[in-house]
């Protein structure tokens, strides 16, 4: 089972999705859907960074291979962590399965639940300071119990 | 003891304490002015794993994370 491929800095995303693609050449797959994320020049920031963690990280990703090898599919990721530059990428997932269906709605679901619950935190760079981008943030599922929310 | 540690933006060093489920973690760190803005906020894993309520236990060893909201991609 693939494993979260993360990388210092910015991705490089013609040899990842290239070693991708050929990896899964010969395993049947019709459908492969790759989603790219790639920095934005906005707001004056120089960059983004990230600070990953990787214990919870693999689990959730481990969970979602599950789920997707129930399907007959597989799913591919790849995540900086440090600083990434403007119009340098941070994020690559690909879903690889037999017919279309089932890629098309898995990347959305992926992609949606890596948002809402991967352990990824995202900072602007700007001025030369490393800025958490809570606004952007979004609390996991459960959070909050030392708070007194259970 | 247990160990608790404080993943991404919070930036505070591990502590670590007695404790027999995280309702004491909680007591604990409610007294900590430093965490009052992140409590309400934070998910926490115990050994790595995602716990939903203050009755889970705690054993000499464990690790206790707090996560901030995330955002990756």
């Known amino acids: 089972m693939s494993m979260v491929e993360l990388y210092e800095g910015g991705l ?15 395993f049947n797959y019709g459908a492969c859907i790759p989603f790219i994320g790639t920095v934005r020049e906005e707001d004056g920031i120089e960059g983004l960074s990230f ?6 990280l693999n689990g959730w990703f481990e969970a979602w291979q599950v789920k997707a090898q129930a399907l007959g599919a597989k799913l591919k990721m790849a ?3 440090g600083d990434v530059l403007v119009h340098e990428s941070s994020y ?24 809402a619950s991967a352990p990824i935190w995202k900072y602007d ?12 943030s979004t609390a996991i599922a459960g959070a909050g119990i030392l708070g007194g929310k259970q | 003891m247990v160990t608790i540690e404080f993943l991404g933006p919070i930036q505070k060093a591990p502590l670590t304490l007695e404790a027999s489920s995280l309702r004491d973690v909680a007591e604990a760190l409610k007294n900590d002015s430093e965490m009052a803005q992140w409590l309400e906020s934070c998910a926490v894993a115990v050994n790595d794993t995602l716990v939903a309520t203050l009755d889970t236990p705690l054993k000499a060893g464990d690790k206790v994370s707090l996560l901030p909201p995330v955002c990756g991609g």
Not at chain 1, 12 to 26: D, L, S
Not at chain 1, 51 to 56: G, K
Not at chain 1, 102 to 107: D, Q, S, Y
Not at chain 1, 125 to 136: E, F, M, V
């Open chain 1, 79 to 81: 995540h900086s962590r």
């Open chain 1, 12 to 26: 490089n995303v013609p040899e990842i999705i290239t070693r991708w693609y050929a990896e899964e050449a010969q």
């Open chain 1, 92 to 115: 690559i997932a690909a879903v690889f399965s037999p017919k279309r269906r089932v890629a098309l709605e898995m990347i959305e679901q992926f992609v949606e639940d890596f948002k």
């Open chain 1, 51 to 56: 600070d990953v963690y990787e214990p919870i």
């Open chain 1, 125 to 136: 760079l700007k001025n030369s300071q490393r800025l958490y981008a809570r606004d952007r």
